[in-house]
């Protein structure tokens, strides 16, 4: 776009519509020296993991905010560190995807679509159901991350079995320990 005096403008193209290049579901080929279908496998595998991540890192970060009681402090700032552990994985499954040829699922309305974590209540609950709460959502998490991890190394992809094990079921694991220690019933103060 320029002026009247064939100088460029500063002024931006609003309100640009396009085509979609490449359908959410599909592969293009890379090579990466794996076959279509374990692209294609790994992908929609890997969206679902993605799916729930996404929506785990909201839960924590829901929490974070709504936190109540004695060991506010405590959890308020461990809920925000693995809310940000959670936001890294999301970006390094995405990015997985991508590798292979396929599309990330990243808008918020997609991922609700395909999450199989329920949805919380609007309001804020107590502590013990938003922490067994995110203890569900890993639990899910780790269930399909398991599944998928062990039929992407049956096709080959050993890119995306190591992304699974190493970082999703690892840091999935260790959250949930670190979580469930928060519901055992002791005593604050011994009388």
């Known amino acids: 776009m320029t002026t009247g005096t064939n100088s460029p403008s500063s002024q931006p193209w609003l309100h640009q519509k396009g085509e979609v290049i490449q359908e959410f579901g599909s592969v293009?080929?890379?090579?990466?020296?794996?076959?279509?279908e374990a692209r294609m496998y790994s992908s929609q595998r890997l969206n679902?993991?993605?799916?729930?991540?996404?929506?785990?890192?909201?839960?924590?970060?829901?929490h974070h905010w709504n936190m109540r009681g004695a060991t506010f402090y405590q959890l308020h700032l461990l809920l925000d560190k693995h809310a940000g552990e959670q936001l890294e994985l999301v970006?390094?499954?995405?990015?997985?995807?991508?590798?292979?040829?396929?599309?990330?699922?990243?808008?918020?309305?997609?991922?609700?679509?395909?999450?199989?974590?329920?949805?919380?209540?609007?309001?804020?609950?107590?502590?013990?159901?938003?922490?067994?709460?995110l203890l569900e959502a890993h639990e899910t998490i780790l269930t399909e991350a398991h599944d998928a991890a062990a039929r992407v190394a049956e096709l080959g992809d050993d890119g995306t079995n190591d992304?699974?094990?190493?970082?999703?079921v690892r840091t999935g694991e260790l959250q949930a320990w670190f979580l469930a220690e928060h519901l055992v019933d002791t005593p604050l103060v011994r009388s």
Do not use: C, W
Request: proline letters at 7%.
């Open 48 to 62: 679902k993991v993605l799916a729930d991540t996404q929506v785990l890192y909201g839960l924590y970060k829901k």
């Open 91 to 133: 970006d390094t499954l995405a990015e997985r995807v991508q590798t292979l040829g396929g599309v990330a699922v990243g808008d918020s309305r997609h991922v609700a679509e395909i999450t199989s974590i329920p949805r919380p209540p609007d309001g804020v609950e107590e502590v013990p159901a938003m922490l067994s709460r």
């Open 163 to 168: 992304l699974l094990v190493s970082q999703i």
């Open 28 to 36: 293009k080929q890379f090579p990466l020296a794996l076959s279509y």
